[in-house]
């Protein structure tokens, strides 16, 4: 690949391409592809066939791949290019060890921390779409006014003016016609998340509650909050032991949601002594 314009030494010590800045992966992997397909024909014509062999390599395709291919759904293998450069590398997410959203269920002692953790793992939701949900975007009856999905499911609607500043990164468009809800990202919903949903309604959801959000504070004079004000991201987030010292709450909830609803392959911290606590480790993995 040196010969194309790689950034590689030569035999006389000096660079190709000396002066220019070197070729981009998009050119080199161009250029990969000349290169293989005219060894591949020269292979045919008998021309350095064992060459042609290790070229002639194929492999599994990637969900990307099938959703740009024509009819990848069929697709059961794509060629590769072993001349081709590597892509960046990419860590897989970091999750909750096996078990750990039963031993969060079991330390839990509020409907709101049940709703949480379950509508987290079972939703795949990240926490700022979770803490921005409204009541309104909830539809949890089968064939739903708003015809989307005829299962129970959500939809998640960005809205910069969250009262508690929960922001969904999805964008998608979304509209409110009647007083229903259509559009936004739409995801739906077990019946462990509609268990729990009622759960915390019909046993700590404040009266009174202006804003129409689905998560609030429970207890305002230990929150530095009133009560019945949005819950949000902040309240999720390690380090905010403090505001969680005292009972009826578990402290080391927030940190263990935070880490699981974070964004995929990003590294978060995590709280180490409540982990400890939980019996699950402090490395959150």
Known sequence: MGIVGAEVRMPLGEPWRVGKRPYGRSALSIAAACLKGFYLRQSSLGINGELGKKLDKSRLPSRVDRRRSFLGHVKSSLPTNPLAPKGP??????????????????????????????????????????????????????????????????????????????????????????????????????????????????????????????????????????????????????????????AGETPCLPALVYFRGSRRGRRQPVDRPGCRRLGLGGDGG
């Open 89 to 246: 590398h990419r860590r897989h997410p970091k999750m909750l060890p096996d078990g750990a959203r039963k031993r969060l269920l079991e330390t839990v002692n509020a409907a709101r921390d049940r709703l949480v953790v379950t509508w987290l793992a079972d939703g795949g939701l990240r926490i700022g779409e979770l803490c921005g949900l409204h009541l309104v975007d909830l539809h949890l009856r089968e064939n739903a006014a708003c015809g989307e999905c005829r299962a129970p499911h959500l939809h998640v609607c960005h809205r910069p003016g969250n009262p508690n500043r929960a922001d969904a990164k999805s964008k998608y468009p979304w509209r409110v016609e009647h007083g229903i809800v259509n559009g936004g990202l739409i995801k739906r919903v077990s019946p462990a998340m509609v268990h729990t949903y009622f759960e915390y309604i019909t046993t700590e959801y404040p009266r009174g509650v202006g804003h129409g959000m689905l998560l609030v504070q429970l207890h305002g004079a230990r929150c530095r909050a009133a009560v019945g004000a949005g819950w949000g991201p902040a309240d999720a987030r390690p380090g905010r032991e403090a505001r969680w010292s005292g």
